[in-house]
Every structure is written in structure tokens, then in C-alpha cells.
């Protein structure tokens, strides 16, 4: 069942200096308890598609588009509405959780800010939910890390502190923003761990965005890739990386490093070229100046998203699988 569904969503900012389109035309569905990855470089509209859903952007953000949670209309809901889906039904986790937490206030204080405004609880009901939430993503002696600050952990306990946040109020939606990011693969692996122990239990959806394939593969239920603010291509994991189609998808999975029994066999592949200026809206495939697939048409036309295989829905004109990738 759709629990969330977004479509044509657009995203303009209007600068001194221009437009900027961030996103554009992107539709996505996300199912009750799955884990949808968002994958791309940095740029390319992840962060900036959710953060418009929530209501998140400066004023000098154009949003158009449609995004209906249960059944709701969020890009046309009133500030109050959304003031009441935020943190309490839809819950994100930020990048970066040494600058999203506050460094002047105990994280005991930071999380039972959430309960005491969502769900009205008192300040020792709130205390004693924050120990819970605590143990629930595993930080050690919970009743002494509530007292402590930010600073005083470490990036992986910062980190799970945020989840703990986020999930304070049993959302029905968590959208986690690079939560591996800086973390060395020991405390990925746990953040991981802990994030599927989340969706069983409680259930949540949830929205990994990320531009580490190897943690997609991990988790995730289906994948989107994102390219210069459009979806590029869109699949189940594990159709995903069995039979990538569009260039930009092979080009990723080519620059991940796998072992072989030759240094050439271990050698990284990588995208030639450039990322796009944002400030025109294509004309022609966004790809198409770094894409060895690339032909006339690609050049002088967008390419519509179209089905290739059950549930695998690819916008180019040439997809298929890379042959050195597949060797």
C-alpha cells in the first residue's frame, strides 16, 4: 500500500543571480515498511526533493508538483498542518549531526523537546521516553548519556542520537540524509544494523539517501538514481545491480571498488566530464556531454522515463547493461 506519493515535483530557487532548477519533474511512490534508496553526486536534488515535501526551503524556492502522505496533500498543506506532520509522522535525519544538534543543550533536553511539543508529555514523562528511545538505538548507559552534550559523544553515538530524535514520536516515515556519511564502516555497518532492526519492529518506512551504492545494497527494497535533478532510473535493488540500463547507473556501480585477481580487473572505472549547470532546464539529455551512448538524438531531445523490464523504468534513449562492468 502507497503510503506516500510524489508527483512531477519541481523545485526553482530564484536568486539575485539567476534560476537554479533543482529538481525537476521528479514522481516517486513509497510503500508502508520498505526502504526506498535515493542515490546520486552531490547536486543532483536528493536532500532538496524531501526537504520541499516538508516544507523545509528558504523562501526563495519555487515548489510545484503534487505529494499526497495518507492521503493528504502536503506541497498545498498550511504551515501549522505541516508544523504537525513534521518530527511527528514524517521524521528527518539531517546530515552531519555534530551541526544539526544544538552543542548548547544535553540531548536529553534536545529529544524531550520533541515529545513535550508533538505529544504534550510532562517533563519526567518526557525524560523517561528519552531513556527509552536511547536504549531502543542502543547507546550505552542511557540514564548517563541524557545528561551529556553533543561534543561529549562520539560521531556514532551523535549519529544514533539523531535517529533516537527522529523517532521519538513512532513516525510513519524516517528520511535519512547521508546517516553513514564520515562514519567509518565499523559504526556504518551498526547505524545499518540498527536501521533495520527499526523498520521490523516499529514497521517505519524509510528513505536512505545517500551516494554510497554499497550501503544501498545493504538495505534498501528499490533504488532511485538521481541525475542533474530527474530520475535517471529506478528499479528493485537487486534487478539494480544485476542489470543496470542507463549510463549514468553503470558509471556509479563502475567506480565502486571490487576485488579480482589483476590490478587492471580492479582498476576504476570513471564519468568523464562534468555535472550540468542547473540554472536552464534541458533541452536535450542531461547525460548526454558525458555518456559514450551518446547520438544525435540524445543531443537535441529529453528521453521519458519509460519501462524495460517489470518495475525497471530507465530515461535514456540507449540502455542497456555496460559490457566492461559486467566482465
Do not use: W
Not at 508502508?32 to 523545509?56: I, N
Not at 544485476?242 to 590490478?263: D, F, I, M
Amino acid at each position: 500500500m502507497s503510503l506516500l506519493e510524489v508527483e512531477d515535483l519541481s523545485v526553482r530557487f530564484d536568486t539575485d543571480d539567476g534560476s537554479v532548477h533543482a529538481v525537476d519533474g521528479l514522481s516517486l511512490v513509497l510503500r508502508e515498511g520498505e526502504v526506498l534508496g535515493v542515490v546520486g553526486e552531490s547536486g543532483c536534488g536528493k536532500s532538496v526533493s524531501f526537504m520541499a515535501l516538508l516544507g523545509l526551503l528558504p523562501e526563495t524556492a519555487v515548489v510545484t508538483g503534487r505529494a499526497t502522505f495518507a492521503g493528504r496533500e502536503l506541497l498545498g498543506a498550511s504551515s501549522s498542518e505541516l508544523r504537525r506532520i513534521r518530527g511527528r509522522e514524517i521524521a528527518i535525519v539531517f546530515q552531519e549531526p555534530m551541526t544539526s544538534l544544538n552543542p548548547s543543550f544535553k540531548i536529553g533536553s534536545q529529544i524531550g523537546e520533541v515529545l513535550r511539543r508533538h505529544l504534550g508529555l510532562s517533563n519526567r514523562a518526557a525524560r523517561a521516553r528519552t531513556i527509552e528511545l536511547l536504549q531502543l538505538v542502543r547507546i550505552p548507559a542511557p540514564e548517563r548519556r541524557i545528561d551529556e552534550y553533543p561534543h561529549q559523544l562520539s560521531g556514532g553515538m551523535r549519529q544514533r542520537v539523531m535517529i533516537a530524535m527522529a523517532l521519538a514520536c513512532d513516525p510513519k516515515i524516517l528520511v535519512a540524509d547521508e546517516p553513514t556519511t564520515a562514519l567509518d564502516v565499523t559504526i556504518q555497518a551498526g547505524i545499518l544494523d540498527l536501521m533495520r532492526d527499526i523498520r521490523e519492529r516499529l514497521g517505519t518506512a524509510i528513505v536512505l539517501i545517500t551516494h554510497n551504492l554499497g550501503v544501498v545494497a545493504d538495505i534498501a527494497d528499490r533504488v532511485i538514481v538521481m541525475y542533474a535533478g530527474r530520475k535517471a532510473e529506478e528499479a528493485p535493488v537487486h534487478e539494480l545491480f544485476a542489470s543496470p540500463q542507463h549510463p549514468y547507473t553503470n558509471g556509479l556501480l563502475g567506480a565502486v571498488p571490487r576485488p579480482g585477481p589483476t590490478l587492471e580487473r580492479r582498476r576504476l572505472l570513471e564519468i568523464p566530464g562534468r555535472v550540468p549547470s542547473l540554472s536552464e532546464p534541458p533541452v536535450a539529455c542531461a547525460f548526454a556531454p558525458r555518456c559514450p551512448r551518446a547520438d544525435e538524438l540524445s543531443r537535441t531531445a529529453v528521453p521519458d522515463l519509460r519501462e524495460v523490464r517489470p518495475e525497471h523504468f530507465v530515461a535514456c534513449f540507449h540502455p542497456g547493461p555496460d559490457e566492461n562492468l559486467a566482465a
